[in-house]
């Protein structure tokens, strides 16, 4: 379920990302602040709702770390399954 609060798209499966509660800054680190990635990537792997995450990200070019992957990450897996479809 999806509902659109201005221009903020909310998702049900949110509640439920092991981020919900966490410093948003520690999923969009600068590059001064590497070791912020490792811990968000680490909560990722833990989380119930990853995959809905990812693909939530994958689907709106999203800056930061979702469903644990980085911007550059995604961007090689979208490749990847664009190449794979086609």
């Given at each position: 379920m999806s509902i659109?609060?201005?221009?903020?798209?909310?998702?049900?499966?949110?509640?439920?990302?092991?981020?919900?509660?966490?410093?948003?800054?520690?999923?969009?680190?600068?590059?001064?602040?590497?070791?912020?990635?490792?811990?968000?990537?680490?909560?990722?792997?833990?989380?119930?709702?990853?995959a809905n995450c990812l693909t939530y990200a994958l689907d709106h070019d999203l800056d930061g770390i979702w469903g644990g992957l980085d911007r550059p990450e995604r961007k090689r897996l979208a490749k990847q399954l664009k190449a794979a479809d086609g």
């Open positions: 659109l609060v201005g221009c903020q798209e909310l998702t049900a499966w949110m509640d439920q990302a092991a981020c919900a509660y966490t410093e948003p800054e520690q999923f969009f680190p600068t590059v001064a602040a590497a070791s912020y990635a490792r811990d968000a990537k680490a909560i990722c792997a833990g989380c119930p709702v990853a």
